[in-house]
């Protein structure tokens, strides 16, 4: 759906197909069925950027990640035991920002709602009314297996004071979960145009380099909750991190373009 909307969009706007995505909070585990569409509607991904999300790994988090959420009847998950965190996170966004950002009511009615089990990050499906562990199609449906055909991904993280034990984990481990993703694709950016038995000593010490700096290099912090990009003050953080990785990414790109020539001196 995001790919076709996106083609679309470029279409009727005259736009070029070089996109950027961002994926906040469950929003990361699409990044790779995300990557294969998007590549499908003809669309150049530049970077998919996680906004303190999960990456679509199932189990990579605490085994207790859905033991505080509950089956809505229509089987998606029910929102409300989660409010009063949300509620907190928002609060705490007001304080930062000197002012209430969205009133308690409206976002409760226009910003809030109840999830597909899919969409959090573990194994669990729903399958014949009820949430049942299912690894493989978990794996399936959100074409994580292959971790070469990820898009790059950049993290836009929240640092500082955390309201929720949840988001708390999610972003400490942003930078790690998505780290090896980062280090294969950069990888794959470099190796593209030289033959590996051809590689020379620089060629190989720049590709290490890259590989070990690349996961810190394309984490950018900004102070808040897990919805620190709620607010003047934060949205404009968020939106300055994002064209920093921007230039960082483009940077990667000609570096590896240039990488192919290098030669021993």
């Known amino acids: 759906m995001v790919a076709d909307i996106t083609k679309k969009c470029i279409q009727k706007n005259g ?18 069925a995300l990557n294969k569409a998007a ?3 003809g669309l150049q991904v530049e970077m998919f950027v996680s906004i303190a999300s999960l990456p679509p790994r199932p189990g990579i988090y605490s085994s207790n990640t859905t033991d505080f959420v509950t089956m809505a009847k229509n089987g998606l998950i029910n929102i409300k035991p989660l409010n009063g965190l949300f509620l907190k996170d928002m609060e705490l966004q007001n304080n930062i920002n000197s002012h209430v950002i969205i009133p308690e009511n409206i976002f409760l009615s226009h910003f809030v709602g109840n999830l597909p089990i899919g969409l959090m990050g573990t194994s669990l499906r ?5 949430w049942t562990k299912d690894l493989g199609e978990a794996l399936k449906d959100s074409d994580s297996v292959n971790m070469w055909n990820f898009p790059l991904p950049a993290i836009v993280r929240n640092s500082g004071f955390h309201s929720a034990p949840d988001t708390t984990e999610s972003s400490y481990f942003n930078t790690f979960d998505w780290g090896p993703i980062i280090v ?12 590996w038995e051809n590689i020379t000593d620089r060629q190989f010490s720049k590709m290490e380099f890259v590989s070990k700096t690349g996961p810190e290099h394309l984490t950018k912090s900004v102070y808040g909750t897990h919805f620190f990009f709620v607010g003047k003050q934060g949205a404009k953080d968020t939106a ?3 064209s920093e990785l921007d230039i960082i990414v483009q940077n990667y790109r000609f570096e590896a373009k240039c990488y192919s020539k290098l030669s021993k001196k």
């Open 15 to 32: 736009l070029t197909s070089r996109v950027i995505f961002l994926g906040w909070s469950m929003g990361g585990t699409v990044a790779a």
């Open 39 to 41: 590549i499908k509607n």
């Open 126 to 130: 729903y399958k014949n009314g009820k």
């Open 184 to 195: 294969r694709k950069l990888f794959q950016m470099f190796r593209k145009n030289i033959k």
């Open 240 to 242: 300055r991190a994002i």
